[in-house]
């Protein structure tokens, strides 16, 4: 079950240029104007730029806004020009903003179409592990491994016209073919439906129901949510907007003292 429920819902640079660079990753507190309510500044959009994460302040209270977009990058790099998330640059991310005194709270953007599911759930796990509030929205879509990313949050949203596909485990390419391997891929998929389970309202039974589904998707099986059907199923929390999601956020700061 959830930890949270909101109130509105029922539910080739030089050595020295390239520490700059890197820093945030590091340490995405290092930047001493977040402390007042500056604007976003040249400083912000080199950050923007370099990991698509930025700080921003209301009132004294900083929260770091964490973009995950395109594929999910793991062990293997994806081929060029290929939009990506790398897990070796989040989870640093993750740990920084944790440790951070100055930051009160992580919002995480959404729009994934999946990938390394090993590299996915150890992210997952990751935010899920956070003592600070985290809110997540899913904008475009958050499917396949993007769905534990999105429950991982202590609030899920979605946006009215976004959408999630929910499907078995899959591979392509040569595989053995033995008991062996379709038992490994079993496993695999128990582990993403117990994750869903553990940090969302929907049962393992009902998330089985939909990635086994046969009758939706013409060449393939499971389920695609859309907006409210994926809240009507327990899966996300709140159906909303950026701002409802930075309102929820804040409303978890202040609560959580």
Known sequence: MKKYSH???KHSDS???RENKDSFVRNPSDNSDIENDSPINEQHTEQINETGSVLVNR???VIHCLTIVGQIEGHYLLP???KATKYEHVIPQLVAVEEDERISGLLILLNTCGGDVEAGLAIAE???GMKKPVVSIVLGGGHSIGIPLAVSSKHSFIAKSASMTVHPVR???LTVGAPQTFEYFRKMQDRITTFVSDNSNISKERYNQLVLNTGELVMDI???LEGQEAVDEGLIDSV????DAIDCLYEMIEADG
């Not at 909303?240 to 701002?243: I, M, P, V, W």
């Open 80 to 82: 060029t020009g290929s």
């Open 7 to 9: 109130t509105k819902s």
């Open 15 to 17: 050595s020295d240029n």
């Open 59 to 61: 009132r004294g209270k």
């Open 171 to 173: 591979t392509t390419g």
């Open 126 to 128: 990751v935010i899920a």
């Open 240 to 243: 909303g907007s950026l701002s």
């Open 222 to 224: 499971g389920t695609i």
